[in-house]
């Protein structure tokens, strides 16, 4: 139970902080956006994915990576549903962004946080 809550966690912390991001700028995430912008938040999605892999791994108290594999499997999922839902919505950006960097990225988060001396 605590493993599942983890990955919830760490999902609200990546999906919180995108909504927060896309509402805060008034950007669609589903339109083309300024290259400028899509810059910024590929890393801004970076920084928060890796920091909900840290967290998820943190409260799970695990000693594998299972939780930020599990939450890189969330992170790909939701992305996945998302170009299903929005077929030809003109810009797909977000949704590569998220299976081809943040999706991993969590991953790393949890392996840095296995790694440290922070992570037990």
């Known amino acids: 139970m605590r ?14 902080s995108a909504v927060l ?7 669609d995430p589903h339109s083309p956006a300024a290259a400028g912008f899509e810059t910024l938040t590929i890393v801004y999605g970076l920084l928060f994915a890796s920091l909900a892999g840290f967290v998820a ?7 594998d990576l299972a ?24 810009a797909l950006w977000t949704q590569t962004a998220a299976l081809v960097l943040f999706a991993p990225a969590s991953l790393g988060g949890d392996w840095i946080r296995r790694r440290s001396r922070y992570g037990a």
Do not use: E, M, N, W
């Open 57 to 63: 791994g943190k409260i799970a108290r695990r000693g």
């Open 21 to 27: 991001l896309f509402r805060l700028s008034h950007v």
């Open 67 to 90: 939780c930020g594999t599990a939450l890189a499997l969330v992170i790909a999922l939701g992305a996945t549903v998302s170009l299903i839902a929005h077929p030809g919505a003109g």
């Open 3 to 16: 493993a599942f809550l983890a990955v919830v966690a760490g999902y609200l912390i990546f999906a919180g």
